[in-house]
Structures are given as structure tokens and as C-alpha cells.
């Protein structure tokens, strides 16, 4: 059965460097979205995208995020310049089309900034 | 706003236990989709079971069932005989189909503790 993976697993990083972390989404979906969770808290959206561009954000998606899908089957997040804050599990996801409302998730990548 | 609300923070049971999990949800669209997502400790998301705002029967698969009741905007989760392997983190999540990205929208989570 396809799935999403994410790659690293786990990515350890100081404060104030730049990170990316990589997902796979399902061949043929074409949504794609970010979330975010902080250690012990809920899961959070942060972006969704579709058609090569950003299409909903939330207000923690700021300046220092970005998401590109530079190949056709990779879909990146990039955080600029990590904070502390940044620290969390990021959950890649995608969707096959509008009628279909069910989102498959990756495994994560648990970033830690030291 | 809280779309989902958690209200369990977490539960404790001994293994056989039944344990049931609320989900409530805020939503003024007639028209959305509610999930629950499984998070044990190893961190992944795993899915449980998705339910559309038409369809109010109740399911079961297993020992898992589902109550989904509109009247109150609640769509529980039940554990029978629960065992050690259900400790985990359970989220319920909600995804509005006025919201044309789809976004989901999770609960704080309900962690629940199975002892031998």
C-alpha cells in the first residue's frame, strides 16, 4: 500500500540554523499540508498546499517557514533560522483530490534544537 | 476557537477495562468529516477511523466502537477490554468541507494508561 515517508526521522540542529525536512507524498495525491507538534501538545496545521503554491497557512507559518515541492515528488519545509520553540514532531500529509477528505500521514521527523 | 474538544486529559485503567473517550466538536457547516488518530509512544500517527456528518450509524471494528450522535456534536470512541498495547495518545480531528483545503483540525489528545 503507498505511503508517505519523511526523511530525517530525527534531525538534531543548533538555534539559528537552517533546516529541511523532506517527505514523499503519495504519487498521485495532490494536496499536500504541514503540521506541526509540540512535545506533549496537540497537533497543529501549519500549511497546505496545492497546485505549487502555499493555499491556507496558519498564523504560526511565519517568515522563517517555507515549503517548496522542487521535483515533483518531494515536498520540503524549511525553517530558516531555528528557534527553540521550533523544536517539535512535524507530520507530513497529502490527499488525492478535493472529493476525498481523508489525509495520509507520515511517520514525522522529530526536530530538536539545541 | 477549540473546533474539538478533549476534555480528558488522560485515563487509567487496568487491563480488560472498558475505556471511553470524548470527543466533542464546534462546526457550523452541515457538511464534515471526524477522525481519530491513534499516537503511541513510538510517535506516529496511526488511523482509526473516519466518519462523515451523514452518516450517524455507529460502528464497530473489533473492539473499537464509535458513537456518533449530531444532537450533541460528539463522536465518542469506546476501547473494550482494553489491553496493555492500547496505551497510547488518541486524537480526534475534524475537517470541514467549507474549508476547501481540507485542513484538519485535532484535539488536545486523551492519553490513555493500560496497567496489568
Known amino acids: 500500500e503507498p505511503e508517505v515517508t519523511q526523511t530525517p526521522s530525527h534531525q538534531v540542529t543548533q538555534m539559528g540554523q537552517e533546516v529541511i525536512l523532506r517527505c514523499v507524498p503519495i504519487?498521485?495525491?495532490?494536496?499536500f499540508y504541514w503540521y506541526r507538534q509540540i512535545l506533549g501538545q496537540k497537533v497543529e496545521f501549519l500549511v497546505s498546499?496545492?497546485?505549487?503554491?502555499?493555499?491556507?497557512k496558519s498564523e504560526i507559518f511565519d517568515d522563517q517557514f517555507s515549503v517548496e515541492r522542487p521535483d515533483g515528488s518531494n515536498f520540503t519545509l524549511k525553517i530558516r533560522s531555528t528557534k527553540l520553540e521550533d523544536s517539535a514532531m512535524y507530520f507530513c500529509?497529502?490527499?488525492?483530490?478535493?472529493?476525498?477528505?481523508?489525509?495520509?500521514f507520515g511517520p514525522g521527523t522529530r526536530l530538536t534544537v539545541t | 476557537a477549540q473546533k474539538v474538544t478533549q476534555a480528558q486529559t488522560e485515563i487509567s485503567v487496568v487491563e480488560k477495562e472498558d475505556v471511553t473517550l470524548d470527543c466533542v466538536y464546534e462546526?457550523?457547516?452541515?457538511?464534515?468529516?471526524l477522525f481519530w488518530y491513534k499516537q503511541p509512544p513510538s510517535g506516529e500517527l496511526v488511523f482509526l477511523i473516519r466518519?462523515?456528518?451523514?452518516?450517524?450509524q455507529n460502528e464497530i471494528s473489533g473492539r473499537y466502537s464509535w458513537n456518533f450522535q449530531k444532537s450533541t456534536s460528539s463522536f465518542n470512541f469506546t476501547i473494550t477490554a482494553s489491553q496493555v498495547v492500547d496505551s497510547a495518545v488518541y486524537f480526534c480531528a475534524l475537517s470541514e468541507v467549507a474549508d476547501s483545503w481540507g485542513k484538519f483540525q485535532f484535539g488536545a489528545g486523551t492519553q490513555v494508561v493500560v496497567t496489568p
Open positions: 504519487s498521485n495525491h495532490l494536496y
Open positions: 462546526t457550523r457547516d452541515t457538511t464534515y468529516y
Open positions: 500529509a497529502s490527499r488525492y483530490d478535493r472529493s476525498s477528505y481523508e489525509q495520509y
Open positions: 498546499f496545492y497546485n505549487n503554491e502555499i493555499s491556507e
Open positions: 466518519r462523515n456528518s451523514f452518516d450517524e
